[in-house]
């Protein structure tokens, strides 16, 4: 797979920039706490599809893109948090929030189609 040309991949890239601008907004006593774990999950999410893209077997490629998708739903999840503890405006998160529901699906589309 050309790693470039997976729609999921680079929509999960773009996801994982607008965190990295979201949550440096977020209190500095949250460095070591949400900060650190949101970024982590949305970069994983990118991570775990590339690597995957660049195994030998569509076995291997599924395995990859379901962590992908857990670490999607550990977003959605500490994305909802920071809103809800006021870390974040509805304005801001609503639309990340979108585009990891998109990326969910995606993937969900992708694990399917390697059969």
């Known amino acids: 797979h050309k790693l470039e040309e997976l729609k999921v ?11 990295y601008v979201l949550s440096s907004e977020f ?19 990118a991570s775990n599809i590339a690597e995957g893209a ?11 893109l379901s962590i992908a998708s857990g670490s999607s739903y550990e977003l959605f999840t500490q994305l909802t948090l920071a809103y809800k503890l006021k870390l974040t405006s509805k304005n801001l998160v609503t ?21």
């Not at 209190?27 to 999410?45: M, V």
């Not at 660049?54 to 990859?64: A, I, S, V």
């Not at 998109?102 to 694990?111: A, G, P, R, T, V």
């Open 54 to 64: 660049g195994r030998n077997t569509k076995g291997e490629f599924k395995n990859f």
């Open 9 to 19: 991949w680079n929509k999960a890239m773009k996801v994982a920039e607008d965190i």
């Open 95 to 115: 639309p990340i929030l979108d585009e990891v529901v998109e990326i969910q699906k995606m993937n969900y589309s992708l694990i399917k189609s390697l059969v």
């Open 27 to 45: 209190p500095s006593t949250e460095k070591f706490g949400l900060t650190s774990q949101i970024r982590r999950s949305a970069i994983s999410i």
